[in-house]
């Protein structure tokens, strides 16, 4: 079905064939508690990869910046206990060795699409990597960056639109999904789609994410989390587990109608 395209493979989840890969977990890693019951909730509803954050780019230093290694340990025990791969971001190219021995998927976050040591490090390991869109980086930069791993000999690269910046200020950011269909005509790399940061909104999610498929994105990544107002970060664009759920049964009915499909398991559509 989607002959031609190259393919992404973080252990046994392929991107960029016709699965819909949902990637879900917290925002940040907080407590073995929280991520482990986020982590099962997801894998029960269909998730295929966990995402949490241990290193977390916050605009404010006065703000919870990650658990940090202790993070990252939480994040493999989620794994063990889940069987679910695991991305978690690495904004300092000092720091690839210690969380690629935790993590199977490297995250570039938006404010370091532009990182070029970070880049340029990254390039020269072999780990799979999810670049995110700079909130104020064009397409072709955004291309321009994969080219530095790809210098490097990295060529396992998932490009992810997480929003933009733009006049607009009711959403976190607009979510630039024409750049989807963009990005996979001038790239055969897959394409996923991040609508939590490109909204801002837990309620907006499940329909960014529904669009976000039926453009033809390869994934979603998703933040979830048991008690968003509790969460110490990004609490107001998380779903709850039960949300998560839903979410993942509607974006299943959408890759049907479109000919591909998600893990939800079956019988559940
Ligand atoms: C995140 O994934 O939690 C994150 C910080 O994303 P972004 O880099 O897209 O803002
Ligand atoms: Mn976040």
């Known amino acids: 079905m989607q002959t031609g395209r190259s393919t992404v493979r973080v252990r046994d989840v392929e991107f960029g064939g016709d699965e819909v890969v949902l990637i879900a977990g917290p925002c940040s890693v907080e407590s073995e508690t929280q991520l482990l019951t986020v982590a099962r909730a997801v894998r029960d509803a269909g998730a295929r990869m966990l995402r949490g954050g241990a ?88 291309l321009s960056a994969a080219e530095y ?29 024409n750049a989807v269909p963009m990005l996979r005509r001038r790239s055969l790399l897959p394409v996923i789609v991040d609508p ?33 107002a ?8 998380s779903v709850t587990p039960a949300e998560f759920d839903a979410l993942a049964r509607e974006v299943a009915a959408v890759a049907t109608a479109i000919g591909r499909h998600t893990a939800v398991p079956c019988g559940a559509r």
Request: net charge negative.
């Open 230 to 237: 509790l969460a110490l970060s990004d609490g107001a664009q």
């Open 149 to 177: 791993l790809f210098r490097g000999g990295n060529d396992q690269v998932v490009f992810c639109e997480r929003g933009i910046r733009t006049f607009e200020p009711s959403t976190r950011s607009t979510l630039d999904l």
């Open 55 to 142: 290193f977390k780019p916050r605009t404010s230093p006065d703000s919870f910046r990650g658990l940090g290694e202790e993070g990252l340990k939480l994040l493999a025990l989620a794994r063990a206990e889940t069987g679910l791969p695991v991305v978690t971001e690495v904004m300092d190219p000092r720091l690839i060795p210690l969380v690629s021995q935790y993590a199977d998927m490297l995250q570039v976050g938006s404010r370091n699409m532009q990182n070029f040591p970070l880049l340029e490090e990254l390039g020269r390991s072999r780990v799979p990597v999810l670049l995110k869109r700079g909130m104020g980086s064009t397409i072709d930069e955004l």
């Open 196 to 228: 939590s940061h490109g909204t801002g909104h837990a309620w907006m999610v499940p329909s960014l994410a529904s669009a976000a498929v039926a453009v033809r994105a390869d994934g979603l990544i998703i933040e979830v989390h048991a008690n968003p």
